[in-house]
């Protein structure tokens, strides 16, 4: 049984299309446990609710590991624990500590709005757009001790159209997140994921 943490900042739709895929396919090996958020009276807070899943916000002027602290506190009383446990971030936007890395390696997975290492950090759409690419997308992949540099697991492309906007193109990619992110989330419970070195190989 995989326990499963999710972590937002905001709307949650990500978090969402996982939970849906989990509730719509019965996968009986992932248990979502709680949903926690770096910022109060978020949307997100509300969607996770109607999963029935349990929410807490820990939202304070701390950093780094102090507090990462207080994070992985509330995933272990949750039951959300390095041996057993995936944590999923969902649109969160505060950077991980090294010490929260360490505790939970290879059980943190994120989703970035482009082809990574392409574009890493904040507003990737726009960064694509700007540099003019035909091709832009999104990854899932492993949270090391980096800034969106931790082995990648999978990724959709999108075609970018010569009269994309930001919001065009965002929305594009938002539903190929949508869609790779449960997947991903379903190779993990599945235990198909062998890291070696930068690769992720899916068995």
Same mark, same amino acid.
């Not at 999963?51 to 929410?55: D, L, N, S």
């Given at each position: 049984m995989i326990n499963l943490g999710i972590l937002i900042s905001g709307r949650g739709s990500n978090m969402e299309s996982i939970l849906?895929?989990?509730k719509e396919n019965a @996968?009986?090996?992932v248990c979502p446990k709680i949903v926690i958020s770096s910022k109060p009276e978020v949307e997100g807070l509300k969607k996770a609710t109607k999963? %029935? @899943?349990?929410?807490k916000v820990v939202s304070n002027n701390l950093k780094g590991w102090n507090y990462d602290k &207080? @994070? +992985?506190n509330v995933l272990q009383k949750y039951e959300v624990n390095p041996e057993n446990g995936l944590v999923c971030l969902a649109g969160y936007m505060r950077l991980l500590s090294p010490e929260f890395v360490r505790t939970y390696k290879m059980r943190i997975m994120n989703i970035h709005p482009s082809l990574l290492p392409?574009?890493?950090g904040l507003n990737s759409q726009k960064k694509a757009l700007d540099y003019g690419v035909k091709v832009t997308g999104c990854s899932v992949h492993f949270v090391d001790e980096g800034l969106d540099s931790g082995p990648i697991i999978a990724q959709k492309h999108v075609i970018v159209s010569d009269n994309d906007t930001y919001e065009t193109l965002s929305d594009r990619i938002l539903e190929q997140e949508h869609i790779l992110y449960p997947y991903c989330v379903k190779l993990f419970s599945e235990r198909r994921l062998l +890291? &070696? %070195?930068r690769k992720v190989v899916i068995t």
């Open positions: 849906n895929f989990l @996968i009986a090996d999963f %029935g @899943i349990p929410t &207080e @994070i +992985v392409s574009f890493p +890291v &070696e %070195g």
